[in-house]
């Protein structure tokens, strides 16, 4: 399996900025693509971003566009989200994924998930 581990979210003032890191226990295929969800309190899991570990492929969810970037080191195996300007409706645990598929936005098309990371932005 490959394993997904996030880190970067915590507590963050209306406004402010994180960045958030998914690093693979293991190099993935070029053919992977990698993805951040996110699931806030009673609300189903929801696309962020995606992108290609080779490539110009990039997709964003349109409420978080012109807010969030991912982009990715691939020496590292990690790919990043930075989060600008952020909104208290954007709290919730954030995801890593990884899929085979596509820079897709469905939950169905990633194999392999991270656990999480909490991101909370207070008012």
């Known amino acids: 399996q490959v394993q997904l581990v996030e880190s970067g979210g915590g507590l963050v003032q209306a406004g402010g900025s994180l960045r958030l890191s998914c690093a693979a226990s293991?190099?993935?295929?070029?053919?992977?693509?990698m993805a951040w969800f996110r699931q806030g309190p009673g609300k189903e899991r929801e696309f962020v971003a995606a992108t290609s570990w080779s490539g110009p492929i990039t997709t964003y969810a349109n409420f978080v566009k012109g807010r969030f970037t991912i982009s990715r080191e691939n020496a590292k195996n990690t790919v990043y989200l930075q989060m600008n300007s952020l909104k208290p409706e954007d709290t919730a645990v954030y995801y890593c994924?990884?899929?085979?598929?596509?820079?897709?936005?469905?939950?169905?098309?990633?194999?392999?998930w991270g656990q999480g990371t909490q991101v909370t932005v207070s008012s």
């Open positions: 293991r190099r993935t295929f070029s053919s992977y693509f």
């Open positions: 994924a990884a899929g085979r598929n596509g820079a897709s936005s469905y939950v169905s098309e990633y194999n392999y």
